[in-house]
């Protein structure tokens, strides 16, 4: 079946998520001669977001802060962390479970005064 463009009709969806996450609908469509369903899965991903630290130790002291990372999402979460930086320590991966709040613990040891 072709359809040129003069035979399309335009479905305009307004969509607005509260949260990050995926969002799955259906769309059922029904005439007296036909009945469709669609169904429609949405990414949400958040804002490339930024942050600042300050961390105040003596030299070769750690000091740790703690991260919430809150996933508010319809699934699990298995994250990377890479970090870049002299001094800074993590663990590389941490799993934040469907609606829970982890903490990535963020490791500062200096080796020397900076």
Known sequence: ???????????????????????HCQILLKSSCDVRVYEIECVVNTDHAEAE???LTPAYQAVIQDIPIS???????????????QGFYGPPLINVGLGETALYPLMFKPIAEC
Do not use: H, T
């Not at 079946?1 to 969002?23: H, M, N, T, W």
């Not at 996933?71 to 930086?85: C, R, V």
């Open 71 to 85: 996933n508010m999402s319809s699934q699990d979460w298995k994250l990377e962390a890479i970090l870049e930086g």
């Open 1 to 23: 079946l072709f359809l040129d463009r003069s035979d399309a009709v335009e479905l305009p969806i307004k969509f607005i998520p509260q949260y990050a996450g995926c969002y």
């Open 53 to 55: 630290l300050e961390f």
